[in-house]
């Protein structure tokens, strides 16, 4: 397919581009119970892989391979698969989260083309997706107000709080989503993976009161923190958490007990599964509230 590449600009021949890393979609496959997954707003169907389109041309889409590559074997895989929890990094890793913030906030803004709010929000955006391109392209050397910020997720078995959803465990472990998240003094881009959530920021009044989860531009290294979320952040995840369950609950009859006979059938590899540990992680922490 011929067409305009979304982040260099050339006129030229368009590979098929994931928002969501190539990777990630695989990885929810291999990892799940019956070797699929389903995407909320698509419930009815089996999923085989994350959203794509023709969007970049093959030099850019080259670009943005190789920080995946890197993302996934030395920080994605040894997190999900093998429990680490420490790692260090390069100046790839502020590349890579730039890319996604770009693609998400590329993303959400074509699917959601209306201008309901005032003409200020759509400046902010616009300028927050032009100097990540630049960033992402390598026309600027510095994130400036745009930083990248990134918060591992680990399963949550137990604490004093009564506001979580009971599927915090599966939205932490196995949930996706991309998002455009704020209010009037601060604005986000979400993009959230399995154990992991990538915040861009747009604008935020008390940056420094995130100063732990911010991406180096250089050389840095992930590892346990008390990290912080904006303020109000908490609420959101916990909405979307609960959304993610509430969406599963629609899944059709049929298909649930296609899921079920599998279990049935394929008991030992739906336990070692990752899907049916989140699954238990959630059952271990709010019992069989999970199930209502």
Excluded at 245 to 257: G, N, R, T
Aim: glycine residues 6%.
């Amino acid at each position: 397919m011929i067409g305009t590449c979304r982040l260099c600009g050339q006129q030229t021949k368009l590979k098929e581009s994931h928002f969501i890393p190539k990777f990630v979609g695989k990885w929810l496959k291999k990892t799940s119970i019956t070797g699929f997954f389903r995407e909320h707003n698509e419930l009815e169907k089996r999923a085989q892989d994350t959203a794509k389109e023709y969007w970049l041309c093959g030099q850019c889409e080259g670009l943005l391979s190789n920080w995946e590559r890197e993302f996934a074997n030395r920080i994605f895989y040894p997190f999900a698969d093998q429990g680490l929890s420490t790692a260090s990094y390069g100046p790839w890793f502020a590349k890579l989260c730039a890319s996604l913030s770009w693609r998400t906030l590329t993303f959400i803004r074509h699917k959601n083309p209306d201008r309901d709010k005032p003409d200020e929000y759509y400046e902010q955006l616009d300028a927050a997706q032009d100097h990540l391109r630049k960033f992402i392209l390598g026309e600027t050397g510095n994130l400036e107000r745009y930083e990248q910020h990134i918060f591992h997720l680990q399963e949550i078995e137990s604490t004093d709080s009564n506001e979580l959803p009971t599927g915090i465990n599966r939205y932490f472990l196995r949930g996706m989503a991309m998002d455009v998240v704020g209010n009037s003094t601060d604005l986000y881009i979400y993009t959230k993976i399995p154990s992991f959530i990538i915040l861009g920021v747009v604008k935020a009044k008390q940056l420094n009161k995130l100063r732990a989860s911010r991406v180096a531009l250089k050389e840095g290294k992930l590892s346990p923190k008390s990290y912080r979320w904006p303020d109000g952040f908490h609420s959101y995840v916990f909405e979307k958490a609960e959304e993610m369950i509430l969406a599963h609950q629609k899944i059709p009859e049929k298909d649930l007990k296609k899921f079920e006979d599998f279990i049935a059938e394929n008991p030992e590899k739906a336990a070692n599964s990752k899907q049916f540990k989140a699954l238990m992680h959630d059952y271990q922490r709010f019992g069989a509230k999970i199930f209502r």
